[in-house]
């Protein structure tokens, strides 16, 4: 079992930065791969970026290349996503998720059981 909790979320200027952190508890989260995916109003929930367990490697969807970065720190049961040039399209819903022991990155959302309970961003123009 993997518990997650997101913070980080909020109100920011287009262009501006900021970072989402989500706290695991449970063993298994070091030996989890982690996501973030993200839903805005009216739309499907959409993959974000994800990292491997071991933090060797990284995937993003295109509209977020260059500008956001996940990380991870298997010693503090962390996840992070810094995200930076914001832009009023990022605004959204964030949710932190852990899924199974993969050699890479995963964006599909069915390969993860473990999901937090999402922090609001949002983007103004």
């Known amino acids: 079992q993997v518990q997650l909790v997101e913070s980080g979320g909020g109100l920011v200027q287009a262009g501006g930065s900021l970072r989402l952190s989500c706290v695991a508890s449970?063993?298994?989260?070091?030996?989890?791969?982690v996501g973030w995916f993200r839903q805005a109003p009216g739309k499907e929930r959409e993959f974000v970026a994800a990292?491997?367990?071991?933090?060797?490697?990284?995937f993003s969807v295109d509209s977020v290349k260059g500008r956001f970065t996940i990380s991870r720190d298997n010693a503090e049961n962390t996840a992070a996503l810094q995200m930076d040039s914001l832009k009023p399209e990022d605004t959204a819903v964030y949710y932190c998720?852990?899924?199974?022991?993969?050699?890479?990155?995963?964006?599909?959302?069915?390969?993860?059981?473990?999901w937090g309970q999402g922090t609001q961003v949002t983007v103004s123009s």
């Open positions: 449970g063993r298994s989260f070091g030996t989890s791969s």
């Open positions: 998720a852990a899924g199974g022991h993969y050699t890479g990155p995963r964006s599909d959302p069915r390969d993860y059981a473990y």
């Open positions: 990292i491997n367990w071991s933090g060797s490697m990284t």
